[in-house]
């Protein structure tokens, strides 16, 4: 578990997702009680199971036990079922996450057997300021995630998007939940 946790946080700190944020939560405990209300807090650890078909975020957040997490379809990019025993391991590093607009869907690359697993989920694309306008010389798909958030008041989870004026956002339900 603490290689797995070891290796999200690399992949995580190499994409630069989560570790800045301006709205980052500050509890009054570090007890594994109900935390205080607060924004969106930034997500240290992302990794992906192909064997329940979910994907876990770790939480900056109280004690640093919090997680979100979120059903998922994986897949191997060639479309091939086969999985090599000796590389199954769950649930395994993310090492690159992109976000398309056209197709509403996240698609995460894992760390997993041949490189070329992905996992896919559905979300809501929507501009932070709440405008439908897009540029036509800025439209690609998928497009690069610059920030992860998760949030436990509202169940959901949102990425940052490199699209753009640089404020869109993918948004997507995710069970929130304490380690402990």
Avoid: N
Avoid at 19 to 36: F, G, Q
Avoid at 128 to 151: F, K, M, Y
């Amino acid at each position: 578990m603490l290689r797995i946790l070891a290796g999200s946080l690399a992949t995580v700190a190499a994409l630069g997702i989560g570790l800045t944020s301006t709205a980052t939560a500050t509890p009054t405990t570090a007890t594994a009680a109900a935390p205080v209300a607060a924004a969106p807090v930034p997500v240290t650890g992302l990794a992906c199971d192909g064997d329940t078909y979910k994907c876990t975020a770790d939480l900056k957040f109280g004690d640093g036990r919090w997680k979100a997490r979120w059903d998922v379809s994986v897949f191997h990019q060639a479309g091939s079922a086969e999985r090599s025993a000796a590389a199954v391991a769950a649930p395994v590093p993310v090492t690159g996450l992109t976000c398309d607009g056209d197709t509403y869907k996240c698609t995460a690359d894992l760390k997993f057997g041949d490189g070329r697993w992905k996992a896919r989920w559905d979300v809501s694309v929507f501009h932070q300021a709440g405008s439908a306008e897009r540029s036509a010389a800025a439209l690609a798909a998928p497009v690069p995630v610059t920030g992860l958030t998760c949030d436990g008041d509202t169940g959901a989870c949102t990425a940052d998007l490199k699209f753009g004026d640089g404020r869109w956002k993918a948004r997507w339900g995710a069970t929130i939940f304490h380690q402990g």
